[in-house]
Every structure is written in C-alpha cells, then in structure tokens.
C-alpha cells in the first residue's frame, strides 16, 4: 500500500517492520470536552486506515490510541467544574466510548490513559533516560527538554533553526512554530493541581511526554510503524515526540507520520477553543444519522481540507441511501436472468477499489468506482432482473469495499435498531391509538409528527400500527 508520509513528504510503499503486524499509535482525545466533528474527522479517518491495513492488506494490528486525560485543558476545566480531574475526564470518557461506537469506529487494542500509574511511570523513566543523555535542564521544579542537544529538531515540521532562540524556555502545552523553544517534560506542582511523585519531583507530565512514553512502552521499541493525528498535531506535539522518544533512546520512533487535513467550518478551523463546534450530539439533533457523517467524513480524501455544511450533509445521507437502496433491490431482484459478463465486471471493479485504496488511501476514488458498479447494476436489472448468483457476487463485492468504509454496516445497525428506546415509542403508539379512539385526532397527530422528526415513521394498517426508520 502506497501512503503518504509527513516525514519525507512523499508517497511511500508501506509495509510493517516485521511484515506481518502494524504497530501503530494514534493520538486520542483530550478528554475536557466531548469530542466534536473535526476530532471525528480524524479519528475516523485513521479508522479507514486501520481497517485498509487489517481488512484490505491483511496486516495484524497492534494499535494504540491514547486518552489526554491530564493536560493544560484538562486541568483548568476540571477546576472550573469543581470536580477531580479523574472524575471529570471519565465522563468525557465515556461520551468518546458512545461516540466512537455511534460512528462505527473499530475499538482498537490499547486505550492507555496518561494519568495511570504505569504510564506516569513510564514517562518518568524517560525523563530520566533523555537526562543521562544530556537533553534536559531543571528550572523552578520543572524538567525542560534542551532543544539545542538535538540537531535533528524539527525535522518533522520542517523548522528553520535560524529562528530558534536557544535556552528560552516554553511552559504551556500549546504554542506556535514561531514560538519554537525548549519544552516542558514535568511541570512543578502548582497549587490546587494534582501532583504525583515518581522520581521528577513533585508535579505532572507535559501533554508531550504522555504520548512517546506510552507508545513506547506499549508497542515496544522504536520505530514503531506508523503514527497518526491531525495535522495541527505536527508542532509541537509530533515534533516533541520524535524529540523525546529519539533523545531518550537513540532509535528513530516512528518510521511513518499520517496526519488528516481539517474539517472546517465557514473557512475556520472548528476547534472547542474557538467554540465552533457541532458535537456527534447536535447532528443527530438536527435529525441526522451517525452514518450520514461518517459518509461525509470519509467521503473527501483525508489530505484535503473539508467544510462542514448541514447542505453536504444530506447529500452525503442521500448518496448512501442510493447504496443502500441498491443493496435492498439486489435483495429482491434474484428472479431475473444471468448476466454472463458479470463476474467479470464485479471482479474488475474489486480490482479497482483495492488500487484506490492502497493509493494513499483513495477512499473518493474508491466510492467512484462503487457508485459506477451501481449504476451499471441498476441498468442491468432494469434490462431482464438479476439471477440469485449474480446477485450475490454484486452483494459480496460491495461487502468488501465496506470493511474498509465501514459505513454500511453501520447504517444497517442502525435500521435495525430504534434511536431510541423501543418502549417509548410503543407506549407513544398506544397513546395515539387512545387518542385517535377518542376522537383527539390533533394530539394524535401531534405524535405522529413528533416521532417522525425523531427518526421514526408510522404505518397504519387493519392490524394496528407498526413503526419503521425514516
Ligand atoms: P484534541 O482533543 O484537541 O487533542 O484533538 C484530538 C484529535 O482531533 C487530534 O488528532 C487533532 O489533530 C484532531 N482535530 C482537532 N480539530 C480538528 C479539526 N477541525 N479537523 C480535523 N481534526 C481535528
Ligand atoms: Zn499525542
């Protein structure tokens, strides 16, 4: 599989170190906030990577995404809520959890969190092992990693050593390329902050640290084979890791870098700090489905940027519903004639699929060639119906292309499962059908239109009511 790599700028034939397994790290949520769409963006993204490599390639996964759970954001946030950091980062937990599942994501094999005991530890130890090296400085209680020491800084974001100050020093987790200078590892305790003690001094680790520790330490030694985030990850974040992991080891950390282009809306980049933001939440509240945004989200390819608009949206909800339409009418299509040239055009169009994808993860590509497969489908049982062989070939096919998308198994899961509790919509059943025997034919309505703007629609019948998916 051909894929793009930050760190050459170039397109590269990727293949595991061993062959056989991808060690990968991804990094996960900061966990102060629910996860909005342009985090979904990414972690999405990264999903179809894995799937192509597991599903496609045939690779084995050792994949690692973490959780921030102790940071700048995570901090103030959790003082602001007046609740401990764990308790508070455990809820937002618990919303990523729902969400991921809600956007058919694959659960990956590791979801360290930082602020467990052995990651911290793991951090201080190499903190410890970058100063036997020679990388680090104490100032004030805090351990500063020396950027002078390592001539290769910034090689990940391409950085000009013209413009950096030496032995000006940066404390927040955040900051600008133009800001490049020697960063925090382990910051002093502060008042009212949580601190832990495990041979830095009293204090907590630098959003840094958190991730090259735990990569390294859950998928062994560098280089690992592939690490990914978004593309406002590269500075510092990503630069600061190959600074800390390669310092404190000596070995380069991470063979690949993949980073995913912004979801941005109305030309901004949506960010919880600039408070632009739709969470999973919002969409479904304007009545769309998990599965509409996932098509959307995957539906430009990842190194490019992407604007949000409930407009797109629905297109991306009506081009999957044509999928999805397709598939039901292959379903009940069996009775026609066999198409000779079939097997042969549904084994083409496999062919083509793979190469979109191991091209740099094509994934627009890649729907090009099943909306066309379609197309041409829908002509041929227009012209004499469809044999059940046939059939079953076009159906095995499009089952492919989706362990790599991922998408229409999720619409399906959804078709079959409520939004919400069945209970509730049958007991808004039997309130219509009182009503309406009653002769209040506007309160029956009235539930009639409610349950439709939440995603279900009624069919009366002599048999009573039954409730269907919009
Ligand atoms: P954070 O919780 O801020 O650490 O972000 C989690 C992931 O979402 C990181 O990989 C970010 O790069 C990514 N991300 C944040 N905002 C966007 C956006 N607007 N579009 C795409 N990815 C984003
Ligand atoms: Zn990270």
Redo the contacts with the bound molecule.
Sequence with gaps: MRLFNTLTRTEEDFVPADGKTVRMYT????VYAR??I??F???ISLDVLRRALRHQEGYGMRHVMNF?DVDDKTINASQQAGVSLREYTDRYIQAFREDCAALGLESVEENPRATDEANLKAMVDMIGQLTARGHTYESDGSTYFRIATLPEYGKLARLDHEGIQAGARVDSDEYDKEDARDFVLWKATKEGEPTWDYGCGPGRPGWHIECSAMALRLLGDGPIDIHG?????IFPHHENEIAQAEGATGRQFSRFWVH?????LAHE????SLGNVYSLQDIIDRGFRPSSLRFLLISVHYRKQLTFSFDILAQADAALTRLTDFLARLERATEGEAHPAIAERVAAARAEFRAMIASDLNVPGGLGVMFELLREMNAAIDAKGMSADDAALIRDAFEEFDRVLGVIALRRAEDSAPPFPADEIDALIEERRLARRNRRFARADEIRKDLEARGILLEDSATGTRWKRK
């Design positions: 990094c996960g949520l900061t996860g909005h342009g985090n963006r990414t972690f921030t985030g978004g593309i406002d990850l995913v282009e912004f979801l941005k980049k949506m960010s919880k």
